[in-house]
């Protein structure tokens, strides 16, 4: 079956994959175990949701105890909140770990350079707080897309193995990014390490042993052409790693913002290089934010220069949407079902396909929720609350998605029209998005006295892998015993030496 057919059928199975999560895991919502903002971009974003049945071969009951342990793992790790000032300057400019150039099949190439590691130089969990941040830069910058990961171990040695860390970054790989390992290079595996790394090995399945590739000059160019390869590695490019400090206030600059407390989410994404500053995507009412590769995590002060908010609507680049911020549902209202509506006017030269998503797609009722816009064309879309849902806490959002069509698609090929939405890039000129959050408003509109439920952050929660931590021991004991029979050979060899040298000067004193 073709790669692009793959895809398709994965795709077909995210609505069944989120139903289930949300049914198999419905305490864990409801005790905030996750970050809402990983909750938001799963129910959200098709193709994030899909990498998950992507991993896990189509296997939906595997799929979904995925996305468990990985949204526990990032709330433990705090990945939302984590920004460039996390990390002490010493970190940044090690060098140990950084983006550079593609490999032949396309993917970025994350450099792990084991040779400026040193256990213990850094706290663990800042360490582990550190790769992942980096991972995470091309992970939600480019849903679906795969990374190469070069683990350059020259002049590395036994002090710079690091067993937990080890562990860590496999786990990374084949536990919480899923889809993302395209394979793993280990560039010029010192002897003394080799029994090590193929007891690590094993920690991977038949599958992804497959994509772990031991490899040195000659081999390497298989996978990497030379003009991507630094001169070590035995290319080109001779690029010598320096650590540049990257401007929030740049990155401010490429929101999609209103001047009404409009925040950036970290559930939406561009498609550009990981070199690049990301595109940050408006997610009204929340009061965090994080652009998509981690940089910056604060409030926004500035009001969008391409984008704005007046009276209460917000101008993208292909319409206008109202409300701009909120959506709100009145829940006293004669006591039954809470009504509102997002109106849309088309302000682009062009026709435009419209899509409406929710978090909660099995609460709201959304009409119609896809559709066309001619050119200066509005529509009024209806969003019903049923009575029974009217309880709980306010954390649902709603996802506006535009994009550029031509005139001859129409409802009679929507093959066509879903074959342009899949391949869209979120920082095309030709797509919109834009984010609201449902206020629940509770009151008597006859008194006007009003109350609005706030949304409630989520808390840290621990994970552990028992099986992995067992595997990960009876490495360390390997290491441990391979470090001890490499000091009896440095003793017996500096014995061996000063024999040597007692037997040079027992000749020379008897030749006197």
């Given at each position: 079956?073709?790669?692009r057919?793959?895809?398709?059928?994965?795709?077909?199975?995210v609505?069944?994959?989120?139903?289930?999560?949300?049914?198999?895991?419905?305490?864990?919502?409801?005790?905030?175990?996750?970050?809402?903002?990983?909750?938001?971009?799963?129910?959200?974003?098709?193709?994030?949701?899909?990498?998950?049945?992507?991993?896990?071969?189509?296997?939906?009951?595997?799929?979904?105890?995925?996305?468990?342990?990985?949204l526990?793992?990032?709330?433990?790790l705090?990945?939302?909140?984590?920004?460039?000032?996390?990390?002490?300057?010493?970190?940044?400019?090690?060098?140990?770990?950084?983006?550079?150039n593609?490999?032949?099949?396309?993917?970025?190439?994350?450099?792990?350079?084991?040779?400026?590691?040193?256990?213990?130089?850094?706290?663990a969990?800042?360490?582990?707080?550190?790769?992942?941040?980096?991972i995470?830069?091309?992970?939600?910058?480019?849903?679906?897309?795969?990374?190469?990961?070069l683990?350059?171990?020259?002049?590395?040695g036994?002090?710079?193995?690091?067993?937990?860390?080890?562990?860590?970054?496999?786990?990374?790989?084949?536990?919480?990014?899923?889809?993302?390992?395209?394979?793993?290079?280990?560039?010029?595996?010192?002897?003394?390490?080799?029994?090590?790394?193929?007891?690590?090995?094993?920690?991977?399945?038949?599958?992804?042993?497959?994509?772990?590739?031991?490899?040195?000059?000659?081999q390497?160019?298989?996978?990497?052409?030379?003009d991507?390869?630094?001169?070590?590695?035995?290319?080109?490019?001779?690029?010598?790693?320096?650590?540049?400090?990257?401007?929030?206030?740049?990155?401010s600059?490429?929101?999609?913002?209103s001047?009404?407390e409009?925040?950036?989410?970290?559930?939406?994404?561009?498609?550009?290089?990981?070199?690049?500053?990301?595109?940050?995507?408006?997610?009204?009412?929340?009061?965090?934010?994080?652009?998509?590769?981690?940089?910056?995590?604060?409030?926004?002060?500035?009001?969008?220069?391409?984008?704005?908010?007046?009276?209460?609507?917000?101008?993208?680049?292909?319409?206008?949407?109202?409300?701009?911020n909120h959506l709100?549902?009145?829940?006293?209202?004669?006591?039954?079902?809470?009504?509102?509506?997002?109106?849309?006017?088309?302000?682009?030269?062009?026709?435009?396909?419209?899509?409406?998503?929710?978090?909660s797609p099995?609460?709201?009722?959304?009409?119609?929720?896809t559709?066309?816009?001619a050119?200066?064309e509005?529509?009024?879309?209806?969003?019903?609350l049923?009575?029974?849902?009217?309880?709980?806490?306010?954390k649902?959002?709603?996802?506006?998605?535009?994009?550029?069509?031509?005139?001859?698609?129409?409802?009679?090929?929507?093959?066509?029209?879903?074959s342009?939405?899949?391949?869209?890039?979120?920082?095309?000129?030709?797509?919109?998005?834009?984010?609201?959050?449902?206020d629940?408003?509770?009151?008597?509109?006859?008194?006007?006295?009003?109350?609005?439920?706030?949304?409630?952050?989520?808390?840290?929660?621990?994970?552990?892998?028992?099986?992995l931590?067992?595997?990960?021991?009876?490495?360390?004991?390997?290491?441990?015993?391979?470090?001890?029979?490499?000091?009896?050979?440095?003793?017996?060899?500096?014995?061996?030496?000063?024999?040597?040298?007692?037997?040079?000067?027992c000749?020379?004193?008897?030749g006197?």
């Amino acid at each position: 079956m073709a790669h692009r057919e793959v895809e398709e059928t994965f795709m077909d199975q995210v609505d069944e994959l989120r139903k289930k999560f949300s049914n198999n895991f419905k305490d864990n919502i409801q005790k905030n175990v996750y970050d809402q903002r990983d909750l938001d971009r799963f129910q959200l974003e098709d193709l994030y949701a899909c990498c998950f049945l992507r991993h896990q071969q189509g296997s939906i009951d595997k799929a979904c105890d995925m996305v468990d342990v990985s949204l526990r793992w990032r709330k433990e790790l705090a990945l939302n909140d984590l920004t460039e000032a996390s990390f002490p300057l010493a970190m940044h400019e090690s060098g140990a770990i950084f983006y550079r150039n593609h490999a032949k099949n396309g993917n970025p190439i994350l450099h792990i350079m084991v040779a400026k590691h040193r256990k213990d130089t850094f706290p663990a969990l800042t360490v582990r707080q550190f790769i992942a941040w980096h991972i995470d830069k091309e992970f939600l910058a480019n849903p679906g897309k795969r990374i190469v990961v070069l683990i350059d171990m020259t002049d590395a040695g036994l002090t710079n193995v690091d067993i937990d860390l080890t562990k860590f970054e496999i786990s990374c790989f084949t536990t919480y990014y899923p889809a993302l390992l395209a394979y793993l290079l280990i560039f010029e595996m010192p002897w003394v390490l080799n029994a090590i790394w193929n007891v690590i090995k094993k920690l991977l399945n038949a599958e992804q042993q497959k994509f772990v590739l031991l490899v040195k000059k000659p081999q390497i160019t298989q996978y990497i052409d030379r003009d991507q390869l630094l001169v070590h590695l035995g290319g080109s490019d001779t690029y010598k790693y320096s650590y540049v400090p990257v401007s929030e206030n740049v990155c401010s600059t490429h929101n999609h913002d209103s001047d009404n407390e409009s925040l950036v989410s970290s559930t939406e994404q561009s498609s550009t290089s990981s070199s690049v500053l990301r595109k940050r995507v408006t997610f009204s009412g929340l009061r965090k934010s994080l652009t998509f590769d981690g940089f910056a995590a604060a409030e926004l002060e500035d009001q969008s220069l391409s984008h704005k908010t007046v009276n209460n609507v917000h101008h993208g680049s292909l319409a206008d949407i109202r409300p701009a911020n909120h959506l709100t549902f009145n829940m006293d209202l004669d006591k039954g079902d809470s009504l509102s509506h997002i109106q849309i006017s088309n302000t682009s030269k062009q026709r435009l396909s419209f899509k409406v998503k929710t978090t909660s797609p099995d609460v709201y009722r959304v009409k119609p929720h896809t559709g066309f816009l001619a050119v200066g064309e509005q529509i009024d879309i209806s969003i019903l609350l049923p009575n029974g849902h009217r309880s709980g806490d306010t954390k649902d959002k709603f996802l506006v998605m535009l994009l550029m069509v031509r005139d001859d698609v129409n409802e009679n090929n929507l093959d066509l029209l879903s074959s342009m939405w899949k391949s869209v890039s979120r920082d095309s000129k030709e797509y919109m998005e834009y984010r609201l959050i449902c206020d629940k408003v509770y009151g008597s509109a006859s008194t006007g006295t009003i109350v609005t439920k706030p949304v409630i952050k989520s808390m840290t929660t621990q994970f552990s892998n028992s099986s992995l931590e067992q595997k990960v021991e009876m490495v360390a004991v390997q290491q441990q015993e391979l470090a001890n029979q490499l000091k009896k050979i440095v003793l017996l060899l500096k014995l061996l030496i000063i024999c040597i040298v007692v037997i040079i000067i027992c000749v020379l004193f008897r030749g006197f």
